[in-house]
């Protein structure tokens, strides 16, 4: 059989082949009718639109590069799908790479993007305990987007969520659920998401006339063995702590296992006084398999990588552009632990 063409394409609707081209390139101001006639010709012919040919012709890239770093992290994961799916429904493909923690690493993965022919890309940081980029990204001649979970030091077209609001937002639930005691478990030192959740816990309770003290924001290692015992010892120097703000997904998880160490249960009624009422800020779906349901500040994720994707076309559109910071705050969820 013989290969369908575009110009067999626009001879069936009745067009140029410049208007299907246009068509196909989502540009250029078509009618509805026209274009709808041109799509009819398409599905009745087979017709196969060769993206990669019509972008070389063009000098032009539907392929974005993405760089996920951490496979573990839940939050670039959830980001990386919704970037997938915004691109996808706008034509453009992503190419992965997942660079290792080193240069040379991430060097040939921009590499591996230029032959490729990527058109921009979009940087998935995870490391949340230093403020700057690579510097390869930073000198990566094509247009870049971040999204990170904390603030980079130079300037760079950036999508993050607001880790004081979060923070501030489930103090405040707290407070106005009667508690007074309340402490954040998880997280190393260096690390700046819990640096900026603490301050925007510390501001809550400061509003509130409350104070934040020292003892009541133990850092531990991110495994739920170091969460348990670090939660056991807080509660068992500190038996008025009625309320958690827990770091992450596996810092529930062990603190859990710290609160029913010391014969206290999780729960949302102050009253009861051997309860505590734990607060997450990611959205808790694996965790809520189990009884009772957590609390959490959402994560924003899809929205992140929709933001993200939105940026990335715009910026590719405009080239000009100039360098934006798109900050999204979370939204409370209230369940069963809070």
Same mark, same amino acid.
């Given at each position: ?82 970037? %997938? ?15 290792? $923690?080193?240069?040379?690493? *991430? ?103 409350? #104070? ?18 670090? =939660? ?18 596996? #810092? ?13 249960? %999780? ?5 009861? =006084? ?8 990611? $959205? ?10 957590? =609390?959490? %500040? ?17 910026? *590719? ?10 900050? *999204?705050?979370?939204? *409370? ?6």
């Amino acid at each position: 059989m013989k290969k369908v063409s575009i110009i067999d394409v626009a001879k069936l609707a009745g067009v140029s082949v410049s208007t299907v081209s246009l068509v196909l390139r989502q540009k250029g101001k078509i009618s509805e009718a026209t274009i709808e006639r041109v799509h009819s010709a398409i599905n009745e012919l087979d017709y196969v639109h060769n993206v990669a040919a019509a972008n070389l012709r063009s000098n032009t890239s539907n392929l974005i590069g993405l760089i996920l770093r951490d496979f573990s992290d839940s939050f670039s994961i959830k980001v990386m799908a919704s970037i %997938v799916k915004e691109l996808e429904s706008q034509g453009f493909m992503v190419f992965l790479g997942q660079p290792q $923690d080193d240069q040379q690493h *991430l060097e040939r993965c921009l590499l591996s993007f230029k032959q490729q022919g990527v058109a921009g890309v979009i940087y998935l940081a995870s490391d949340a305990t230093t403020d700057r980029l690579p510097e390869q990204l930073c000198q990566y001649p094509l247009p870049l987007v971040v999204v990170s979970q904390a603030l980079p030091e130079q300037p760079c077209n950036l999508v993050m969520r607001d880790n004081r609001q979060a923070a501030s937002l489930a103090t405040r639930h707290l407070i106005e659920r009667g508690h007074r005691n309340i402490a954040y478990i998880g997280g190393m030192e260096n690390d700046r998401v819990r640096h900026q959740r603490l301050l925007g816990m510390h501001g809550a309770l400061k509003q509130n006339g409350l #104070a934040l003290r020292d003892e009541f924001t133990p850092a531990c290692l991110e495994s739920t063995h170091s969460v348990s015992v670090a =939660t056991r010892q807080l509660l068992e120097k500190n038996n008025t702590i009625t309320a958690l703000l827990c770091h992450s997904p596996t #810092a529930i998880i062990g603190a859990i296992g710290g609160i029913h160490q010391v014969g206290r249960t %999780v729960g949302k009624d102050v009253f009861l =006084t051997q309860q505590v009422a734990l607060i997450g800020f990611e $959205d808790m779906l694996h965790v809520n398999l189990t009884s009772p349901s957590f =609390t959490y %500040v959402s994560s924003a994720s899809e929205e992140t990588g929709r933001q993200a994707a939105g940026l990335m076309m715009r910026k *590719l559109k405009e080239p000009e552009l100039q360098t934006q910071r798109i900050t *999204l705050s979370g939204q *409370l969820v209230i369940q069963q632990s809070a």
